[in-house]
């Protein structure tokens, strides 16, 4: 158990359809990282916060966008979902920027 | 941009003996850390091990060590005494150690299936 918590574990939506996927870092991790992992893409970054600031961007959609609360847990917002929006996203935390990051169990989004 | 390849999509061996997976990456920075992670059937990504740049020191963690040669910029992980729980796909990975206000994402390769057969 890496103390990265993820939810939901599964989540099935049709097209179009708007979701959330949450994040809780390790305790004391200030950073927060979400990746993409698809058959064809592997694993792809999209979005770094810091201490509650966006610090990077990847290969993120417009229609993907995410937030770090004070509390420091993050969410993923995916909206007008395609089938190619079907992937397993994982969170990531680590104690600074350039540290080891501690991956979540993952959300397995599927699209209809 | 940094890179990281893993030339050997899949890979087998016996219960028990040795085998050694490789990575090779580009980057025209100096220091970094680079990681395998380990992917089980779970999907679950498990850190394996993890190695500063600056460090001549091969790290080891157990039954997994690695061969890091940062002039060839090649960081290979040997298993020893392969177990049947070691069957999942490995990934190398490649961190920056400073990029100002920029970014500190993982740079994965593709990954290395590994099956261990008792």
């Known amino acids: 158990d890496s103390g990265v918590t993820q939810t939901p574990k599964h989540l099935i939506t049709a097209t179009g359809q708007r979701v959330t996927l949450r994040c809780s870092p390790r305790s004391g991790d200030l950073s927060v990282y979400w990746y993409q992992q698809s058959l064809d893409q592997g694993l792809q970054f999209l979005i770094h916060?810091?201490?509650?600031?966006?610090?990077a961007k990847g290969n993120i959609l417009e229609r993907f966008s995410a937030q770090q609360f004070p509390d420091l847990h993050s969410e993923l917002n995916l909206s007008s979902l395609e089938l190619g929006d079907s992937a397993l996203y994982f969170c990531?935390?680590?104690?600074?920027?350039?540290?080891?990051?501690?991956f979540g169990p993952g959300t397995r989004l599927t699209v209809l | 941009a940094q890179t990281v390849t893993q030339s050997q999509p899949e890979m087998s061996v016996q219960e028990a003996e040795t085998v050694t997976l490789s990575c090779t990456y580009d980057?025209?920075?100096?220091?970094?850390?680079l990681f395998w992670y380990k992917q089980p059937p779970s999907r679950q990504m498990i850190l394996v091990i993890r190695q500063e740049a600056y460090k001549q020191q091969n790290a080891t963690e157990n039954r997994f060590s690695v061969n890091f040669q940062k002039a060839a910029k090649s960081f290979s992980l040997k298993i020893s005494d392969s177990q049947l729980g070691d069957t999942a796909m490995y990934f190398c990975a490649f961190l920056i150690a400073y990029s100002g206000a920029g970014s500190y994402q993982l740079t994965f390769g593709k990954g290395t299936k590994l099956s261990v057969i008792p």
């Open positions: 980057t025209s920075e100096s220091n970094y850390y």
């Open positions: 990531a935390s680590s104690v600074s920027r350039a540290d080891t990051q501690y």
């Open positions: 916060y810091y201490n509650g600031e966006e610090r």
